[in-house]
C-alpha cells in the first residue's frame, strides 16, 4: 500500500470527483465497484494474511488517525464538480500532463489511480491528475476469484494508452492484490494465493504491462529462511508460466514478521530466482524510512541508495513508491503521510526527483487524498496528487538552498510540526519504557538464578 493510500472502497472514483454529498451516490458506486470487480486501494497493515485480527487493527488505525488533527494536511478544497456527460477526462484535467523532454532529469511522476469501471479507465484518471506514470489494481481487492479482463477493458486499455501516449510497458506499475502471501505454509492457501498471483501476470503481459509489484508475503510468525524459500519457489514457477512481466518486490515498512523490510531479505529472494532478468525492486520511501533507511539529508539519502545499491544492486531497481510518513524513522509503521508533510520532509523528496538513478522509472504517489468538507463529510481530493506531481516535478533542478525550496519546505512541513513533536515525544518514551522493562526482567531473571544457585549449595553443603 498501499501501499496504495488511503482510499476506501465505494469512495469516489478517479475522474468522477465526488459530490461531496449524497449517500446514495455512495451505496451506487459501491455497486458499481462490486459489478466492475474492481474496488479502490486502502491502507492495509504489511502482513498478507487477511486475518480478523488484523482487520481489527486496520480499523484502529484508520480512527486513530481520523483522530489525529488534520493539521498535517493540506487545508481541504472544494470538492470537484462532477464531469459532465460526455466530456472527456483530458478537458477537465486537474493540472496538465508535463511533457518529460521540459524536465531537468527524465523523471516519471503519477500516482496509484482508480480502476474502478474497468482497467481502461486508469488511462483517463491518470490523465484527470496529470500523472506520467501510474498504478491500477488488476481486479478486486476483496476476492479470490475474478472475472477474467473483459474485451472492451483490453481494448480500451490498449487503445487509450496509446491515445494519451503512456508507454504501458515502462511507466504503469500494477499493485498486486493485498490477499496474495506468497510466503504462505498452508497448502491449499499457498495454492490459491499462487492461482491469483499468476493471474494477475497474465492480465499484465495481455495488456502489454512489463512491470507487476507485490508485497513479498509475511512468514506469519514461522521462520524467516523457510518464508523466503517459499516466496521465491513461487515466483520461479510463475515466471515459468508466463513470458514477459517482471515481477517487482516492494520493500516494507518491517511490521511483525513480513518479508522485504531489509534490503537483505530482498536480495535473498532475488537470489534464489532462476531468471534474474524478470526479479526486481520497488523502493516505497515510506517503507523504506520505517524500517529504519534514513532519506531526509542528502549525506542519509546516498548511503541509503549506496546500501540498497551493495546489498541489493542498482540493475534491480524497478520502480519508486512516493509517500511521505506519519511515524518517525524506524517506526514500523506503515502510514502514508502527503508530500513534506511527515516525518520525511521536502528534502527527503529534493534527493529522490534528483537522484539520477531513479530516472525513466515508474515513480507512483500512495499519498492519502480524502479531505473533509467544513461540513465534516470526507470526499477523495484529487487535486491533492495533480498538485503533488507538480510539485515534484518543480523540485527537480532546484537549489535546496534557495529561498524558493525554503518556502515550499516551511509551507508543508508547518502545519503539523506540533503533531510530529507530541508523536516523536511518544515514540521516545516507548523506547525508553521498553528498554527499562527489558533491565528490569534481566535483574529479576539474575535475582531469581543466583537464590537458585544459594539455594543448590545450601542443600549440597
Ligand atoms: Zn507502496
Ligand atoms: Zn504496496
Known sequence: MPRPSLRKPGKAEGGEPADGAAKASV????????????EEPEEIEEESKPTKRRKTRVKAEEEEEEEEPAADQPPARKPQRKAGKGKSQDAMALAPRTPIDALKKLMYIGAHVSAAGGVQSSIPNAVHIGANAFALFLKSQRKWTNPPLAKDALDGFRTLSHEHKYDVHKH?????????NLAQADKTKAAQAYTSFLDDLERCESLGIKLYNFHPGSANGGPRVEAIWRIAKKINNAHKATKTVVTVLENMAGQGTVIGATF???RDIIRLIKNKDRIGVCIDTCHAFAAG???????????TMKQFNKVVGARYLKALHLNDSKRPLGSQR???ANIGTGFLGLRAFHNVVNY???AGLPMILETPIDR?????KTFEDKQVWADEIKLLERLIGMDPDSAEFAALEADLSAPGRAERDRIQEEAVLKAHNALAAEVKAKAAADKKK??????????SS
Open 372 to 376: 473533509k468538507t467544513p461540513d465534516g
Open 27 to 38: 451505496t451506487k458506486r459501491k455497486a458499481n465497484d462490486e459489478l466492475d470487480g474492481i
Open 450 to 459: 543466583a537464590a537458585k544457585a544459594r539455594r543448590r549449595k545450601k542443600a
Open 293 to 303: 533507511y534514513d532519506l531526509r539529508s542528502p549525506e542519509a539519502f546516498q548511503e
Open 356 to 358: 539520477d538513478g531513479f
Open 334 to 336: 506503515d502510514l502514508h
Open 172 to 180: 504503469c506499475l500494477p499493485h498486486g492484490s493485498y490477499l496474495i
Open 264 to 266: 537483505e531479505d530482498l
